[in-house]
Every structure is written in structure tokens, then in C-alpha cells.
């Protein structure tokens, strides 16, 4: 059992299955008392159900106050895991673009603005983003998630350099390919990235558990992303024209 979440109040978004729902169930295994939320109120229910949980169902931006309710005042650890998997161009429609940068970014400020003035008073708490290896390196086929997926991890980051003297404790989950529907709505470009090397949800719960045992910033459930990311940053041009073969690989299969 990890100490540090024993009979804490958890939150967990977007947890009516995939990754939200493996991160709801090991919270619960570890002695937390857990908020499930989604936007589907049944899928929520079931989940909150199955590990003794409360449901919260609705718009990840704005639950707090409602999930702070329902765990008679405290929120110890937030999971910012809500997320959508836009694909697309620059040619994305403009709502495309404002939908990722609604749920993939500014969902987690809002938690943040709403979470930090308890957790700064008291000196303590704990911040959860699910972000993505996109957030890292980025991905073929889909600049609305890329990009925003960077805006996640760069806020997390922020986050975390601000306020870690204060208290406050950030985590940042960055996997490749989860075994999730929203993998499977990568189409093509994720059966040729992702696929090959993905994982299961519980994996990264795994992961994160190990990180605040740990006590570090950055999750990696796949670890060769670390030294994806070193490339990336030590030879950008290099890594640039490897991304450039994937994408004329998915062009030419297309």
C-alpha cells in the first residue's frame, strides 16, 4: 500500500473506462475514498459502484466544488485525465481545435484555479495529468491532440516549478499506446505508431504508483519515450526527419 494515498480524497476524470477508470480502481485498491467522473453518468456509476466510489458525473472543468462535496470538504489528489483524441490537419475546423484545447488544457487550469487556494493554505496536495507521449514528441495524423498535449505537459510543468516548495506535488503520465476506444479511434496512424507497442490501462496506473512512490514528476509507462525525448532535444533536425518517414510510411498506406 502506498502511504501517501491511504484514506485520501481522490478525484479521477474521464474515469468511465480506459485509463480513468484502471486509475479510479487503483486509488480504491490503495484505501482512497475516489470521485469517479465522465461525462456519461452511467458509465461513472458503474465504475463508482464497482470500487465503492462516489459518482460525479459531468463536465470535467467544473466539478470540483461537487466532488470536494462528496468527499466532505477535501480533495487530496486531483487526476486531470479527461482528454479528447482529436485527429486532423491544420485544416481542422475551428470547433475541432477549440474542443482539444477546452478539455486537453484548459480543463486542468480551471482544476487548478479551483484546487490550489485550499492546497496552498494547507501546504499540501497532489495534481495528476494524463497527458501523452504526444505532449512529448507529438504524432502523425493529429495536430489538434499534439499540440495541445504539449499545452497539458507544459502547464503541468509549470505547475509543478511554481508551487513544489509550497507543498504541492505534480505528476505528468506520459504513455504511448493504451489499449483504450481512444486508441482505436486512431485509425491508421495509430495501428502504425501506437498499436505495436501498446499497453493496458492498468499499466499505467502501475506506472503513476511507482512515480509517487518514487516521488517523481514524470510517468513514462513506456520508458523508451525517455530517450525518445532526449533525442528529440539533443538532435532536433535528426528526429524531425525520422517523424517524416512515419508520416510518408502512413501517407504511402493510406
Known sequence: ???AVQGAGVVVTGAGGGIGAALARRFA??????????????????VADEIGGTAVPGDASAIVADAR???GGTVDVYCANAGVGSGGSEAAEEAVWELAWDVNVMAHVRAARALLPDWLERGSGR??????AAGLLTMIGAAPYSVTKH?????????SLTYRHRGI????????????????????AGDLVLKPTAIEPQDVADALFRGIEE???????????????????????????????????????R
Open 127 to 132: 495534481f495528476v495529468s494524463t497527458v501523452s
Open 29 to 46: 485498491a490503495e484505501g482512497a475514498r475516489v470521485v469517479v467522473n465522465d461525462l456519461d453518468a452511467e458509465r461513472a456509476k458503474a
Open 151 to 159: 499545452g497539458a505537459y507544459a502547464f503541468a510543468e509549470w505547475l
Open 169 to 188: 506535488k505534480v505528476h505528468a503520465i506520459c504513455p504511448q499506446g493504451v489499449r483504450t476506444d481512444m486508441l482505436a479511434a486512431t485509425g491508421s
Open 1 to 3: 500500500m502506498v502511504e
Open 69 to 71: 462535496d462528496a468527499l
Open 215 to 253: 516521488d517523481r514528476f514524470l510517468i513514462l509507462p513506456h520508458p523508451e519515450v525517455a530517450g525518445y525525448h532526449q533525442a528529440r532535444a539533443t538532435d532536433p533536425d535528426r528526429w524531425l526527419t525520422h517523424m517524416n518517414h512515419l508520416q510518408q510510411k502512413w501517407e504511402a498506406a
